[in-house]
């Protein structure tokens, strides 16, 4: 019996220019929906509840809902405005309560929220390369830069949630890029998102050439990053995901070997364990789940919520 039997989940992926919606109960067995997220939430809200119910009429009741989303939101169970988004630039979208408007068109059945990361990193955690492993970090790289995960068997979260990508970095010498972080410039997201390689590079990640500078800065600063996130966390496993590990011409497994010897550079023998050693390959990977990962995310944290009830 896997974890998964019985439950027939809805899952919602709500990204700033689309809603991925899904019903099923697993990677292997899931229906899916694309609708885009311009227009009123409300309406957007009613397209993304409206696709389920009709699911409903062929796959039978969906008995629990799983949310990642866009951040920053209200994750607080004890805060009056739990399940809103806060502030964005998205029009319309701050303080609009998402996971209410969710339970209002599904009452009585539980419902899943967290980050798009943490949704993501709870995937794998069930199907994917985090599967029996209670500490572990999911880092996504494409738009911005995004981490999620679990201590100790619990989804990262606090006063908030874990905001990874907004790290401070030491310069890689000789580096002036000035980044695009709108709050930090040169913050991790700012120097290595893929649109700060677009500005740094004059072009998409997917087209530059195998031997570009910029890769060789980019996999440095991942690998300080991974060096931090090793220290403060101490993970069992690190996921990168993401449109920037595919690395287009240099290609994924050439660039994580580089984002490895980074990490191993960055922290110099100091914490004595063989997964950062000759383990290495089995420590920093890529996802399993790949391009499914925020709408299986989203179904996990569906799953989830029906198992704790
Ligand atoms: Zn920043």
New binding site residues.
């Given amino acids: 019996m896997g974890k998964d039997d019985g439950v027939l989940a809805g899952a919602i992926e709500a990204g700033g220019t689309k809603f991925v919606c899904a019903v099923g109960t697993g990677p292997d067995d899931i229906s899916r929906a694309e609708l885009p997220t311009r227009g009123d939430p409300a309406q957007v809200l009613s397209r993304v509840t409206g696709w389920l119910r009709q699911q409903e009429r062929v796959r039978g009741k969906i008995n629990a809902v799983g949310m990642g989303c866009f951040g920053p939101i209200d994750l607080n169970r004890e805060s009056p405005t739990y399940g809103s988004i806060l502030s964005t630039p998205k029009p319309n979208w701050t303080n609009f309560d998402i996971v209410g408007t969710v339970q209002n068109a599904f009452p009585n059945v539980p419902i899943g929220f967290d980050t798009d990361v943490n949704a993501a990193a709870l995937g794998e955690y069930y199907w994917g390369n985090a599967r029996g492993l209670e500490d572990f970090v999911y880092i996504t790289i494409g738009t911005g830069i995004g981490a999620g995960g679990m201590s100790g068997g619990h989804l990262l979260h606090g006063l908030s949630h874990p905001e990874m990508?907004?790290i401070m970095l030491p310069r890689v010498p000789g580096d002036t890029f000035e980044g695009v972080?709108p709050?930090?410039?040169a913050?991790?997201?700012?120097l290595c998102s893929g649109p700060a390689l677009l500005r740094r590079a004059g072009s998409p990640a997917e087209v530059l050439p195998a031997d570009h500078e910029c890769w060789s800065v980019q996999a440095q600063y991942i690998g300080y990053a991974i060096a931090n996130i090793v220290c403060i966390l101490s993970p069992k496993r690190v996921i990168i995901g993401g449109s920037v590990q595919k690395a287009g011409n240099l290609g994924s497994e050439r660039f994580f070997q580089m984002i490895r010897e980074r990490v191993r550079e960055s922290l110099k023998g100091y914490i004595v364990v063989p997964e950062l050693e000759e383990g290495i390959d089995g420590f920093i990977v890529p996802p399993v789940l790949g391009d499914t990962a925020g709408i299986c995310g989203a179904l996990s944290l569906a799953i989830r919520a029906r198992d704790r009830l």
Avoid: S
């Fill in positions: 990508g907004h972080c709050f930090h410039g913050c991790w997201e700012g």
